[in-house]
């Protein structure tokens, strides 16, 4: 009996230790050498893989900037300047800063603001209501409201408020998905820096943009004509800010009449 | 041969019996350039121009488009942008009537003696499959020389509940359908020419038998009184058994089918020179105060055919151009009548459906009645996740539109939109 569980015992401890041997001498023989600085970067970069450096996942953004020469350290937005500059470091490169930039939603059609126009009962997505006479709002350029963009964050920085659809700039971490989602293409990610814009996209003649919203862009050119520095102008019926010329006095988001310009505080 | 049965929608042909009576002339007609599938019509006029009935005021661009013709006497008043069936923006030339209907005079019959000078004839008609999909007919006759053309199968099978306005063509009209079924015979030389309609039309049979039956290789052919048998696809199944391959023509197998009130309107176009410019259109639906069939000058605002038609009751909650099953939901009673539009229907509050759609309970009713043999639910499934290779397994390109599977799904899950859209995202995708 005592022989039985001996001889086991030690036949398998002696089968164990071979196959360990063999493991160890595999392993340093044939090893597949992985630049550790892939590691370093995939564990500086913020881990959220939301795409938007266009790469496949962080782990793809960092396997590129290692092994595809060309490959810039700054197209982390969510990670911004500190990641940027960590993976410059890393890499021994010197990265540029880059602005941070917010998702703007161009529209301030709520329910109460916009006139409705029909009943929708169809499916409950934006990219089904587009297709059905831009759903229940007369305003065929707003927001539809009913929340593909809030689907598409992912870090839950966009909610919806009484039908429309509203950023939280300090939870943006500038991955621009809400920007592919939207089916009206009303969201844009706007430099943090900015202080005001226009948050209407409709261009349609100003008495119609009338009868339909509250707050749409009539294109009345009074902030064209007012700016001081020369920086707004009104293109297709719908004023436009050139944020290059702007002196952030926000003039024109305190004379604008139907309060379409807006001020902005994107800053975290 | 196993027919394919379809399903058992209520018919409410209340206007079958109705002789069209023609409408005041409207105020403003407002014409689409875009009335048709494939590119629009280019304007030839401009704001201020003088028109008369049947001038041309729309170029057809290239041969998969179709001309516009004045349906009114007046001056240009505007070329606008304006909403289409799914609220996407169409240009149109605006005419304000002067009340005469003065036809214009450049109006002479065409001369066709061979198969080129029919098929421009047609085209210059501007008439477009009139059942509903408004492809520009003469491009559609318009058959390789390799093709051996076996049927031309005249739809007059009209399977969608409310609509009468083929039905009225084959028995008022009778004699231009007809003589346009002479011409195909004459100049596209089919084996064998078929008038398809349901067997709830009997005066239409009866009026069809009478002349179809005095001409060799012509024959009406009874169907069932079952959605979709107007489909073109169950069509040429019903009538000759054949299947039309997955992204094929129905010239792979050698039919064309084509709409029995478009066979009329070139027949009348060849014999008087009169282009498309006015069209029955079935006026029903539970609010509206007395159905008609009407006869409307294209582009006229449906709020005037639903005026003339005793006006709309209070309860109104849904307008539909088109059939119930097919036709799109309106938001306004200001577009206009389109070469497409065969029926409008005002319906009242009670008998739109409000409930909520619930989860799938796998019935598989869908999926039993599709005529095209797809699986709904599944699509609907690979629809969510926005899952492109599994759309194309479950062929959701063979969909017909008909909306059976959403009219039969017993927890009123919106299959029909997803169809289209699963359809739009698979084009998307390419």
Redesign the interface.
Known sequence: MDNIILFAVTSVTVIGAVCAAMLCIASKAMAVKVDERIAKIEAALPGSNCGACGFPGCGGYADALVNLPGTKPNLCPPGGAAVAEQIGEIMGTKAEALERTVAVVRCLGDRDALQK??DY???PTC??AK????GEGAC?FGCLGYGDCLLACPNEAIHLHNGLARVIPSLCISCGLCVKACPNHIISMEKESIATEVLCNNIEKGAVVRKKCGFGCIACRKCAKECPADAIAVEDNLAVIDHDKCTACGHCAEICITHSIQKMALKQ | MKKIKGLHAPHCKNTAEMVPVAIPTPAVVTLPMKMHAGKPAIPVVKVGDQVKVGQLVGEADGRISAPVHSSVSGTVKSIDEI?GL??EKRKSIVIASDGEQAVYEGLTPPIVTNLEEFLDAVHASGVVGLGGAGYPTAHKLTVKESVQLDYIIINGAECEPYITSDTRAMVDDADNVFEGALLLKEYLKPKKIVIGIENNKPEAIKEMRERMATVDGMEVCELPARYPQGERKVLVYNVTGRIVPEGGRLTDVGCIVINCTTVAVFAHYIKTGMPLVSRVVTVDGSAVNTPKNVIAPLGTPIGELFDFCGGLKDDVKKIIMGGPMMGA????TDLPVLKITNAILAISEKDVE?SKPTACIKCGRCTAKCPMRLMPSHIEDAFELKNIDLLKKYKVNMCAECSCCAFLCPARR?LS??M??SK?MLWEAK
């Open positions: 126009k029909m009962t169809g499916i990219y089904a297709e059905m006479f831009s065929a | 909403d799914i609220g939901a309106v938001p306004n409000a919106p939109q997803v289209v859209l739009k």
